[in-house]
């Protein structure tokens, strides 16, 4: 499937729906509006974007603490 729900989203990452929106309005997750009434989709592969980023950014907060703490 092309594109999600953001339904679909929050079931992905074990989120509310209000929480997948509110990745959207912030920029975080790229979103599409379709339809006469502008329904949110968001492409499986910017879904997939968006996790691996967070990924990083997790890896990087926790390389940040560790060497905070190293320099204790």
Do not use: P
């Not at 729900?5 to 959207?24: F, G, K």
């Not at 592969?45 to 996790?51: F, H, K, Q």
């Not at 890896?59 to 204790?72: F, G, N, V």
Request: aromatic share 6%; glycine share 6%; hydrophobic share 40%.
């Amino acid at each position: 499937m092309r594109f999600l729900t953001l339904a679909d989203v929050a079931e992905t990452l074990n989120i509310s729906s209000a929480q997948a929106y509110a990745l959207v309005r912030s920029g975080d997750l790229r979103a599409i509006k379709v339809g006469g009434r502008g329904q949110w989709r968001v492409e499986a592969t910017e879904l997939e974007a968006y996790i691996e980023r967070a990924y990083q950014q997790t890896a990087q907060s926790l390389d940040a603490a560790k060497h905070s703490s190293d320099l204790r």
